[in-house]
């Protein structure tokens, strides 16, 4: 049990564009979902919390218009890197937390972002 | 903020060799997590402690949470080639928010066969 599912593994967008990372926890409800950034050789720096139904909750220095997030089920959040550059790649994590549950996450493969 | 030092940064042994790695917190934890990760992949969760002076086990894997609430320790006893990967440890501190999680810098971990 506790598998989170991220799609896509990887992708290649152009300068300007958008992109949408899904995280789906496939066999439990997670009210509180987690988007990290993970630069090489670094630890997971978290970008924001997600809470089903309402707003997400951004760490310091994280725009939150150029990283939205959007948790509409318990078992669906997004996060959408919007007008992308070059800066922006890097390998994006999910983790979700089941309802009810302790405090363990568990993580979903990540997507590796390149913008060219 | 949170400070949680973690160490050694890597680690080269030998197969069969048992390995330790520690975390450190300037605060107490409520709650350690230890995470494995592969290239290219999202961590695993391999053990969770939940109170001071827990020790478990799972497999070849020990972890303990300190007494003091500010440290945690995992070994590993007699590694194997696939005991690769970067380790990390991870804590969530009282009346933290959403369950947030600290995590460690993270143990590289090299495994000669």
């Known amino acids: 049990g506790a598998v989170v599912s991220q799609h896509p593994s990887w992708v290649i967008c152009k300068s300007g564009t958008s992109v949408k990372i899904e995280c789906r926890s496939l066999?439990?409800?997670?009210?509180?979902m987690f988007w990290y950034r993970q630069f090489p050789k670094q630890s997971l720096m978290l970008m924001a919390t997600?809470?089903?139904?309402?707003?997400?909750?951004?760490e310091q220095g994280v725009e939150k218009d150029k990283f939205l997030i959007n948790h509409a089920s318990l078992t669906l959040s997004t996060l959408t890197v919007t007008s992308a550059h070059p800066e922006d790649s890097s390998f994006y994590i999910c983790?979700?937390?089941?309802?009810?549950?302790?405090?363990?996450?568990?993580f979903g493969q990540g997507t590796r972002l390149t913008v060219v | 903020g949170q400070q949680l030092n973690q160490s050694p940064q890597s680690m080269f042994i030998q197969e069969g060799e048992d390995v330790s790695m520690n975390c450190t917190s300037s605060?107490?934890?409520?709650?350690w997590l230890w995470y494995k990760q592969d290239p290219g992949e999202g961590p695993v969760l391999l053990i969770a402690?939940?109170?001071?002076?827990e020790l478990t086990s799972n497999g070849r894997l020990t972890a303990q949470f300190g007494i003091t609430r500010k440290d945690s320790f995992l070994n590993i006893s007699a590694s194997i080639p696939s005991d690769v990967g970067i380790y990390f440890c991870?804590?969530?501190?009282?009346?933290?928010?959403?369950?947030?999680?600290?995590f460690g810098k993270g143990t590289l971990l090299t495994v000669n066969p």
């Open positions: 997600s809470n089903e139904g309402s707003k997400a909750t951004y």
């Open positions: 066999d439990f409800q997670a009210t509180t």
């Open positions: 402690l939940y109170k001071a002076g």
């Open positions: 983790s979700a937390r089941a309802q009810g549950g302790n405090t363990e996450a568990f």
């Open positions: 991870a804590g969530q501190s009282p009346g933290g928010s959403n369950y947030k999680l600290t």
């Open positions: 605060s107490i934890f409520n709650t």
